[in-house]
């Protein structure tokens, strides 16, 4: 094939349009899960202000996540409808009122309710709907492309966490929130208008999409086991978030370093994504997954053994790589697996997945650490259950 018709192959292949919609989705991305993160900032504030304990302040870490991942399904559903931009748009519009809400409420449980439920909320209508749409637009470069995109959740988890902890330092807590809630509505919407479904996501003359049908998918041997490697985890995926810049300050790590570590997962994030997408197209994106998976829990000892910044960043970096490869790697293998008809939803149901781990894990490991005064039976606990999650990787991809 001549180089001129090996272009025009891969132009009718990958229309131009797919790459407007990866940084239409990158940005869409950042913008929630660099506010979903941007927790760790807060996490400080509330305990001061509330004279909270942390299990009850890793309460609305976990509540919003529980929402997020298990209305995830039901948010694809509405994207396979009605089509990404007027769900992702909506799901802006509620992460922006929760965070208005929330900044001006006067209790811890005012707090959990409206930031838990509004922001939980929000990603589940922006989160899933916008990765979906990526898959459809791309066949050989799938893995790239959705590193592409999902390395918005690394640019957020790097870029906001260090934003707002410095708009706290100016004006406040509330102050910063509501800041946060502007920003998400400007930036957020504009992203969302850009999101268009892709021609393989299109109709065929008979009414349906190719592709597996929802029902028969989820009953399937591959998308059981996939599920099983998301409940088990999830544990070991969200607890830094919600409590490794905790850990920092109790080894005498300065506040803005210590926030600094979610930055610093965010790093590693972006470049798991960029790297091990890639990657992934080139060796094969099930064998990927799997090391992926063992890589995050072995990352676990590198937080067990640390006495001091250096090692915790190190870890931050590590854990962080392993799970952007992971977050990105899910949503290829989901289009790899079943096709364009039902994707959005079958991406939405599998990270519900994760539901159990992201509320149960930030709150049980505060619970631990309120009890025992360290967090070692929590990073062993992340371990065992990283190891589990690999097996039922292994067990869902093996041929």
């Known amino acids: 094939m001549s180089g001129a018709a090996g272009g025009a192959a891969l132009a009718a292949d990958e229309p131009r349009y797919g790459w407007v919609v990866v940084w239409a989705t990158f940005v869409v991305l950042a913008v929630i899960f660099g506010v979903a993160y941007s927790f760790a900032a807060f996490f400080e504030p509330f305990v001061v202000e509330f004279a909270a304990q942390r299990a009850d302040v890793s309460l609305v870490f976990g509540l919003s996540g529980l929402l997020y991942f298990v209305l995830g399904a039901f948010g694809g559903m509405l994207s396979d409808r009605l089509g990404p931009r007027v769900v992702v748009g909506a799901g802006m519009l509620c992460i922006a009122l929760g965070l208005f809400a929330a ?194 829990g072995a990352s676990y000892l590198l937080w067990a053994l640390a006495d001091g910044y250096f090692a915790l960043a190190l870890f931050a970096l590590w854990m962080g790589t392993s799970y952007g490869g992971i977050v990105s790697l899910m949503p290829a293998l989901c289009m790899d697996l079943f096709g364009a008809r039902a994707v959005s939803s079958i991406i939405g149901v599998l990270y519900s997945g994760a539901a159990i781990g992201n509320l149960v894990g930030p709150w049980l490991a505060g619970r631990v650490f309120d009890a025992h005064g360290s967090y070692a039976p929590v990073i062993w606990g992340c371990m065992a259950l990283s190891a589990l999650a690999t097996w039922c990787t292994w067990r869902a991809l093996a041929k």
Do not use: N
């Open 103 to 296: 900044a001006r409420v006067g209790s811890m449980t005012g707090v959990t309710l409206a930031y838990g439920v509004g922001v939980g909320v929000g990603i589940a209508l922006a989160y899933t709907p916008a990765i979906g749409t990526v898959q459809p637009w791309f066949t050989r470069r799938r893995g790239l492309a959705a590193g592409l995109a999902s390395a918005g959740i690394g640019a957020g988890t790097l870029a906001v966490p260090l934003l707002a902890a410095a708009a706290i330092a100016a004006w406040q807590w509330r102050g910063a929130m509501t800041a946060l809630a502007a920003g998400t509505l400007v930036v957020g919407l504009s992203a969302a208008l850009l999101l268009q479904r892709a021609p393989a996501a299109a109709k065929r003359t008979d009414g349906t999409v190719p592709g597996t049908p929802l029902k028969e998918a989820l009953t399937s041997r591959a998308f059981l086991w996939l599920y099983a490697m998301c409940v088990l985890g999830a544990f070991g995926m969200f607890i830094p978030f919600a409590h490794l810049s905790a850990a920092a300050r109790d080894l005498g790590v300065p506040d803005g370093r210590a926030v600094g570590l979610v930055g610093l997962i965010g790093i590693g994030s972006l470049s798991g994504r960029f790297a091990i997408g890639a990657l992934a197209d080139r060796v094969g994106r099930p064998i990927t997954l799997v090391l992926t998976q063992a890589s995050l």
